[in-house]
């Protein structure tokens, strides 16, 4: 049966469909309130889909669907089979680096250690943890409260009452209260366990409530030692929670998720807070295929947070809503106020993430580095294709005289010095931009036109409409309007200027694409500035200096070296200028320029 047919008998309810190839593997794996209705729209003919959509379409030759009771189901079932069968065309979460958690083991009398595996034992896992300082902050808490053991026995009742075991070193410096020998019961060490568990998950006041109220106990019966016992951990406690990130206790327990990402990856950046306190924080990767929609990676991350990470607060702080019901939690897009600095806090967090992953894959894989950078600058600048090769030209003149421009050229989004060019001027007198902007552009692609080298994909001009108006004039005397990319950029403001287009385009001041345009800009300004100092500082020995009878091409240099210009060896000691070129090259030097 062919899929056109095959989906008409799809089922109007919520669940999850597979799209198979022609070798019977899933290539993609999608949810749906209504699977006939949603399956349907990947084969509409003027459907929108992105490039990459309309390919896996193409090879999709098969559809299976599992049926299930609600959205919800859809949506972890489908994060599940991803995990399982982890197709093609599917958004992925990147495990490249593993947070550590907090384990407490399921057995008598438990331990409680970091660990970076999770295993499916019954034990209790906490975190993961983005900082591994943070981390061990809370688990030295926990060991100057609480007597835990951090030994690996089989502390079962009946291997304890074998009477095997001996205490150990941790008992007799009080950091044990000896389970192993029956010193400490089973319920007074569960006790402690569930306390351990309030800290961990953030609920401080909570156990601080319960610790004054045993306290408080305590000193009614005069045991004021155990009572100051209690009481020094309640400082201790207080300390810790002094050092957390107070928000502000109004905002209560919420959980915080924002979303930003690049072409090639999406990043969500969970913020875990507890009575007004930031508890926890961290960002999960996905590798994104079919340029997903934001609300689509926020439902994945909700059904990875709540498999693997513990249960999410009721009420979750987010900048665009899921695009699934979560039926046991509220979303809130919060206008004002401490809950939406803490949305701003999150996304900060996510983009700081994000370009750290961008700098560290710039050095460890520099060809994916310049593959995504390709894609992205292609994306924000509105190309037709991947700006491999790029020029820039800026001009540079001193008072209308000694008129100079520079080429300077990238490759991949780095320098190609080996390509770099300067120009002096030619045709125009005096200080015309525009005019030595058309000059130069047009005498760069008509050489390169006559010797058959490839063209560019995109042409930088420094400056904003009246330079880039110039040089579109030389690309159409030259016919080759349309075949490159051309766009000017405005040093005030950085504003990007496109031909025909009365007002700029702003990009992100953080964004890689305008860094580049940036670099591309300065370097283009320090190769012309230095051509230029060159050039002036030829011309005033060939003026001033190489007119002094006597005095040649080398000696004239070696004077400018040692005093910069002219004007600072009129301002010289005899001495100094006799020291530079010896006393009778000096006596003629000194004469010419009148020094006395």
């Given at each position: 049966?062919?899929?056109?047919?095959?989906?008409?008998?799809?089922?109007?309810?919520?669940?999850?469909?597979?799209?198979?190839?022609?070798?019977?593997?899933?290539?993609?794996?999608?949810?749906?309130?209504?699977?006939?209705?949603?399956?349907?729209?990947?084969?509409?003919?003027?459907?929108?889909?992105?490039?990459?959509?309309?390919?896996?379409?193409?090879?999709?030759?098969?559809?299976?669907?599992?049926?299930?009771?609600?959205?919800?189901?859809?949506?972890?079932?489908?994060?599940?089979?991803?995990?399982?069968?982890?197709?093609?065309?599917?958004?992925?979460?990147?495990?490249?680096?593993?947070?550590?958690?907090?384990?407490?083991?399921?057995?008598?009398?438990?331990?409680?250690?970091?660990?970076?595996?999770?295993?499916?034992?019954?034990?209790?896992?906490?975190?993961?943890?983005?900082?591994?300082?943070?981390?061990?902050?809370?688990?030295?808490?926990?060991?100057?409260?609480?007597?835990?053991?951090?030994?690996?026995?089989d502390l079962r009742p009946t291997q304890i009452a074998k009477g095997k075991y001996k205490v150990c070193l941790e008992y007799h410096i009080g950091n044990c209260?000896?389970?192993?020998?029956?010193?400490?019961?089973?319920?007074?060490?569960?006790?402690?366990?569930?306390?351990?568990?309030?800290?961990?998950?953030?609920?401080?006041?909570?156990?601080?409530?319960?610790?004054?109220?045993?306290?408080?106990?305590?000193?009614?019966?005069?045991?004021?030692?155990?009572?100051?016992?209690?009481?020094?951990?309640?400082?201790?406690?207080?300390?810790?929670?002094?050092?957390?990130?107070?928000?502000?206790?109004?905002?209560?327990?919420?959980?915080?998720?924002?979303?930003?990402?690049?072409?090639?990856?999406?990043?969500?950046?969970?913020?875990?807070?507890?009575?007004?306190?930031?508890?926890?924080?961290?960002?999960?990767?996905?590798?994104?295929?079919?340029?997903?929609?934001?609300?689509?990676?926020?439902?994945?991350?909700?059904?990875?947070?709540?498999?693997?990470?513990?249960?999410?607060?009721?009420?979750?702080?987010?900048?665009?809503?899921?695009?699934?019901?979560?039926?046991?939690?509220?979303?809130?897009?919060?206008?004002?106020?401490?809950?939406?600095?803490?949305?701003?806090?999150?996304?900060?967090?996510?983009?700081?993430?994000?370009?750290?992953?961008?700098?560290?894959?710039?050095?460890?894989?520099?060809?994916?580095?310049?593959?995504?950078?390709?894609?992205?600058?292609?994306?924000?600048?509105?190309?037709?294709?991947?700006?491999?090769?790029?020029?820039?030209?800026?001009?540079?003149?001193?008072?209308?005289?000694?008129?100079?421009?520079?080429?300077?050229?990238?490759?991949?989004?780095?320098?190609?010095?080996?390509?770099y060019r300067h120009f002096n001027i030619k045709t125009v007198e005096g200080s015309d931009d525009f005019a030595s902007m058309r000059e130069v552009v047009h005498?760069?692609?008509?050489?390169?036109?006559?010797?058959?080298?490839?063209?560019?994909?995109?042409?930088?001009?420094?400056?904003?409409?009246?330079?880039?108006?110039?040089?579109?004039?030389?690309?159409?005397?030259?016919?080759?309007?349309?075949?490159?990319?051309?766009?000017?950029?405005?040093?005030?403001?950085?504003?990007?200027?496109?031909?025909?287009?009365?007002?700029?385009?702003?990009?992100?001041?953080?964004?890689?694409?305008?860094?580049?345009?940036?670099?591309?800009?300065?370097?283009?300004?320090?190769?012309?500035?230095?051509?230029?100092?060159?050039?002036?500082?030829?011309?005033?020995?060939?003026?001033?200096?190489?007119?002094?009878?006597?005095?040649?091409?080398?000696?004239?240099?070696?004077?400018?070296?040692?005093?910069?210009?002219?004007?600072?060896?009129?301002?010289?000691?005899?001495?100094?200028?006799?020291?530079?070129?010896?006393?009778?090259?000096?006596?003629?030097?000194?004469?010419?320029?009148?020094?006395?």
């Amino acid at each position: 049966m062919e899929i056109l047919e095959k989906i008409k008998l799809l089922p109007k309810k919520p669940g999850v469909y597979q799209f198979k190839d022609s070798t019977d593997k899933i290539i993609y794996i999608g949810k749906a309130k209504n699977l006939r209705n949603r399956v349907s729209s990947y084969f509409l003919k003027n459907g929108g889909h992105t490039g990459r959509t309309r390919v896996m379409v193409k090879r999709a030759v098969d559809v299976a669907f599992i049926v299930v009771e609600t959205e919800l189901d859809a949506l972890l079932l489908e994060n599940n089979l991803i995990k399982q069968y982890q197709p093609r065309y599917n958004v992925m979460l990147k495990d490249d680096k593993t947070y550590p958690w907090i384990c407490i083991k399921s057995e008598p009398f438990p331990r409680i250690f970091a660990t970076r595996t999770k295993i499916a034992d019954g034990s209790l896992y906490f975190g993961p943890y983005a900082s591994v300082k943070t981390m061990r902050t809370v688990l030295d808490l926990l060991r100057q409260l609480y007597s835990i053991r951090t030994c690996n026995l089989d502390l079962r009742p009946t291997q304890i009452a074998k009477g095997k075991y001996k205490v150990c070193l941790e008992y007799h410096i009080g950091n044990c209260l000896g389970p192993c020998e029956g010193f400490q019961t089973q319920a007074h060490y569960d006790q402690q366990i569930e306390e351990i568990k309030d800290i961990i998950k953030g609920h401080i006041n909570q156990v601080v409530r319960l610790l004054q109220q045993r306290m408080q106990e305590l000193s009614e019966r005069l045991d004021f030692e155990l009572a100051q016992n209690v009481k020094e951990k309640i400082e201790i406690i207080q300390r810790y929670q002094s050092k957390s990130t107070i928000v502000n206790a109004s905002v209560g327990s919420v959980d915080v998720l924002t979303v930003t990402s690049d072409l090639q990856h999406a990043y969500v950046n969970y913020l875990k807070v507890i009575d007004g306190a930031i508890v926890r924080g961290h960002t999960l990767t996905y590798r994104t295929q079919l340029e997903e929609e934001a609300s689509t990676i926020l439902d994945l991350a909700l059904a990875e947070l709540s498999g693997d990470h513990g249960s999410l607060a009721r009420e979750i702080l987010v900048e665009i809503r899921p695009e699934s019901e979560f039926p046991d939690h509220v979303f809130s897009i919060p206008q004002r106020g401490d809950k939406k600095q803490l949305i701003e806090l999150s996304l900060r967090n996510a983009k700081y993430y994000m370009l750290d992953r961008q700098r560290q894959t710039k050095f460890s894989d520099p060809e994916a580095h310049a593959d995504r950078l390709m894609e992205q600058m292609k994306k924000d600048l509105r190309l037709s294709e991947n700006p491999v090769h790029i020029e820039c030209f800026d001009n540079s003149n001193f008072h209308g005289t000694n008129a100079v421009a520079a080429c300077v050229v990238f490759k991949n989004g780095k320098p190609s010095k080996k390509d770099y060019r300067h120009f002096n001027i030619k045709t125009v007198e005096g200080s015309d931009d525009f005019a030595s902007m058309r000059e130069v552009v047009h005498r760069r692609y008509k050489r390169l036109l006559e010797e058959g080298e490839s063209l560019p994909q995109l042409i930088v001009i420094d400056g904003g409409k009246g330079q880039l108006s110039a040089a579109l004039e030389s690309l159409d005397l030259l016919g080759i309007r349309g075949q490159i990319a051309i766009v000017g950029i405005a040093k005030k403001l950085e504003e990007i200027y496109y031909p025909g287009d009365t007002l700029p385009l702003y990009i992100d001041k953080r964004s890689e694409t305008l860094r580049t345009l940036q670099q591309l800009r300065d370097e283009a300004h320090r190769f012309g500035i230095t051509h230029h100092r060159n050039k002036r500082s030829k011309a005033a020995v060939q003026t001033e200096l190489t007119q002094i009878p006597g005095i040649g091409q080398k000696l004239a240099e070696k004077l400018l070296r040692e005093f910069q210009s002219v004007a600072r060896m009129r301002k010289a000691q005899p001495a100094e200028i006799e020291a530079a070129v010896g006393k009778s090259k000096a006596g003629v030097v000194l004469e010419w320029l009148k020094i006395e």
